[in-house]
């Protein structure tokens, strides 16, 4: 199975784990989940394995994780410029 290069966001604890491979993820990547799935999933799914499941390249759920944080969804952390 292809792994999800990126590491969790640095210096903060991952937020949820994968259902499928057990990969540890980031509060905005377990609310794309929601986002894209069903909004009171309980099966949460990494950006590789959601990305699968959904035909979407990780890269494409990464740019939608921005979008979201830009649109100031509440289910993501705010976006800051730099
Ligand atoms: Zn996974």
């Known amino acids: ?15 949820a784990y994968c259902a499928e491979c057990d990969s540890p993820m980031t509060g ?16 949460i799914l990494c950006p590789a394995c959601l990305g699968k499941k959904l035909e979407l390249p990780p890269h494409t759920l990464q740019e939608m994780i921005i979008l979201f944080r830009k649109q100031r969804c509440r289910m993501f952390s705010p976006w800051v410029e730099k």
């Open 1 to 15: 199975m292809e792994r999800y290069p990126k590491p969790v966001a640095v210096g903060r604890p991952a937020d």
């Open 28 to 43: 905005d990547e377990a609310a794309l989940n929601y986002k894209l799935t069903d909004r009171k999933t309980t099966h």
